[in-house]
């Protein structure tokens, strides 16, 4: 089934939070996308014992940035158990003090909405704050590797 999914191109993102202790931190997601424009809310989910699911409550606020091709090494670095995730990566505040990434494509400024069970998965749906875009190619996720999108 993983490879039937894997099928699909996704884009990549890396959701960043704070801890429980005030340091940055993070995971790499492929499942982020619109949900609503009015309210404007997006949702990702992530696997019932990635160790960050903890740290998502109600309110708690996340910047979900939307990589570009050129940062398949943070994707990489953010899926990975490190303890210092935002080793020799550049962040800067948002308006709910989270941390955000520089140099994506596209920053989403969220506080936890709701939080659903899906199966062996936690669904986060945020409500979008603030956002921010900018020119660039995204960074997509096909048949398990990383890969950037080429015009047709």
Same mark, same amino acid.
């Given at each position: 089934?993983?490879?039937?999914?894997? %099928?699909?191109?996704?884009?990549?993102?890396?959701?960043? #939070?704070?801890?429980?202790?005030? $340091?940055?931190?993070?995971?790499?997601?492929? *499942? +982020?996308?619109? #949900?609503?424009? /009015?309210?404007?809310? %997006?949702?990702? /989910?992530?696997?019932?014992?990635?160790? *960050? !699911?903890? =740290?998502?409550?109600?309110?708690?606020? +996340?910047?979900?940035?939307?990589?570009?091709?050129?940062?398949?090494? !943070?994707?990489?670095?953010? /899926?990975? @158990? #490190?303890?210092?995730?935002?080793?020799?990566?550049? =962040?800067?505040?948002? =308006?709910?003090?989270?941390? $955000?990434? /520089?140099? %994506?494509?596209?920053?989403?400024? %969220? $506080?936890?909405?709701?939080?659903?069970?899906?199966?062996?998965?936690?669904?986060?749906?945020?409500?979008?704050?603030? +956002?921010?875009?900018?020119?660039?190619?995204?960074?997509? +996720?096909?048949?398990?590797?990383?890969?950037?999108?080429? @015009? #047709?």
């Amino acid at each position: 089934m993983r490879d039937a999914f894997g %099928c699909l191109p996704t884009g990549v993102s890396v959701v960043s #939070l704070y801890d429980e202790n005030g $340091r940055a931190t993070g995971v790499t997601v492929g *499942s +982020f996308t619109s #949900l609503s424009m /009015s309210p404007a809310l %997006c949702l990702f /989910s992530l696997g019932e014992k990635q160790a *960050s !699911v903890r =740290l998502f409550k109600e309110g708690v606020a +996340f910047v979900v940035n939307v990589l570009s091709h050129e940062q398949a090494d !943070v994707a990489w670095q953010f /899926s990975k @158990p #490190l303890d210092d995730k935002f080793e020799g990566i550049p =962040l800067s505040e948002t =308006l709910l003090e989270a941390p $955000r990434l /520089s140099h %994506c494509i596209a920053n989403f400024v %969220c $506080r936890t909405n709701t939080i659903h069970i899906g199966g062996d998965h936690v669904i986060v749906v945020g409500e979008i704050i603030d +956002f921010d875009c900018s020119e660039g190619d995204p960074l997509i +996720f096909y048949r398990g590797q990383m890969h950037k999108t080429s @015009p #047709l």
